[in-house]
């Protein structure tokens, strides 16, 4: 728990170092109904999931601070699948730095940081530049005491008639976010999603556990 303190901190005192251009301030919320919930190559609960979301964005120093949440509709293997994750995220330019708690209770407490408690701390660099996002992630506390990394190379390819298109190829540990047969890094995310208005179709395959799925999403 001291060293997730610790780490919150240093990332804390680094936003307000970084911070310098405000963006537009205000609550916003939304809402997204998926099919499945499929997260860097991982389905997660194998049901329709509610994907709430909530955030809100500092009028002085642009950092945005927010929660998103998935929830099943129905039960896999009698199990109902609940994510509840926190984060905050200062934009400088075309990078956005972000701290994440991602939390899966699923009966536990819902800040347990501890090596078998329910939530790991996330840091990431994102980079966003015309039709480009790149991503570079790593686990820096809670339960993921290995500390996986992940990164990702996202390019919009399509852009017409109200229609875009967008392909994406993700790395990351496969004992994380693979098989689970190795600690190598491993291809785990490739995919394309095809979207319009709110509604988002996306193909994903993960070539580390040779499972894919198809996903359609309307957003609210």
């Known amino acids: 728990m001291k060293k997730a303190v610790k780490l919150l901190s240093l990332a804390v005192a680094l936003f307000a170092g970084l911070g310098n251009t405000a963006q537009a301030a205000g609550f916003k919320i939304g809402a997204d109904v998926v099919s499945s919930y499929v997260f860097r190559g991982t389905?997660?609960?194998?049901?329709?999931?509610?994907?709430?979301?909530?955030?809100?964005?500092?009028?002085?120093?642009?950092?945005?601070?927010?929660?998103?949440?998935?929830?099943?509709?129905?039960?896999?293997?009698?199990?109902?699948?609940?994510?509840?994750?926190?984060?905050?995220?200062?934009?400088?330019?075309?990078l956005s730095f972000t701290v994440t708690d991602y939390n899966s209770p699923d009966g536990g407490d819902s800040f347990d940081f501890s090596d078998d408690g329910s939530n790991v701390v996330e840091l990431s660099v994102g980079y966003t530049k015309d039709n480009l996002s790149l991503l570079a992630a790593i686990n820096v506390a809670g339960l993921d005491t290995d500390n996986a990394k992940y990164c990702e190379a996202g390019y919009k390819f399509y852009d017409k008639d109200g229609y875009t298109a967008k392909g994406v190829v993700g790395l990351g540990d496969e004992d994380f976010y693979g098989d689970g047969d190795g600690d190598n890094i491993a291809l785990v995310n490739t995919g394309i999603s095809v979207s319009k208005d709110r509604f988002t179709a996306s193909y994903i395959y993960n070539p580390d556990t040779a499972k894919s799925n198809l996903v359609f999403m309307a957003s609210f």
């Open 43 to 94: 389905e997660f609960g194998n049901s329709v999931a509610i994907q709430p979301a909530l955030s809100y964005t500092c009028p002085t120093t642009g950092i945005i601070v927010g929660a998103w949440g998935s929830y099943a509709v129905s039960e896999d293997a009698g199990n109902r699948h609940k994510e509840i994750d926190l984060y905050a995220t200062l934009p400088v330019g075309p």
